[in-house]
Nanobody, 131 residues
Framework: VQLQASGGGLVQPGGSLRLSCAPSTSTLNYAIVAWFRQAPGKEREGVACISHNDRNTIYGESVKGRFTISKDKSKNTVLLQMDGLKPEDTARYYC?????????????????????????WGKGTLVTVSS
């Protein structure tokens, strides 16, 4: 599965962006999908995930209340709506999905994971928040 993340760009603080993640083959409609981000010199950080049945969504502490993950099943894409952007949100954003079924991912008990649980990754899209 190849994933393509898009929608990044330059935005002023307080602004919004919507990222999209689309697969080259197969479907994400029934997959666990997560967004991670990595800023220069910093470790990878989990941003949000959505479970295979859409019942669970989990957000990183730093983005809670500002970001929303969802699936657009008509377009076979996973969206990350980012509102109230801050300079510290500046990073390259990656979408990822696990290969085999891993029902423990994106649950209240396990969380979204560190990233090692996900086999397929997009190349990322750069988000820059600056005035």
């Amino acid at each position: 599965v190849q994933l393509q993340a898009s929608g990044g760009g330059l935005v002023q603080p307080g602004g919004s962006l919507r990222l999209s993640c689309a697969p080259s083959t197969s479907t994400l409609n029934y997959a666990i999908v997560a967004w991670f981000r990595q800023a220069p010199g910093k470790e990878r950080e989990g941003v949000a995930c959505i479970s295979h049945n859409d019942r669970n969504t989990i957000y990183g502490e730093s983005v809670k209340g500002r970001f929303t993950i969802s699936k657009d099943k008509s377009k076979n894409t996973v969206l990350l709506q980012m509102d109230g952007l801050k300079p510290e949100d500046t990073a390259r954003y990656y979408c990822a999905t696990p290969g085999p079924v891993r029902d423990f991912l994106c649950t209240a008990s396990y969380g979204m994971g560190s990233g090692r649980e996900y086999e397929y990754w997009g190349k990322g899209t750069l988000v820059t928040v600056s005035s």
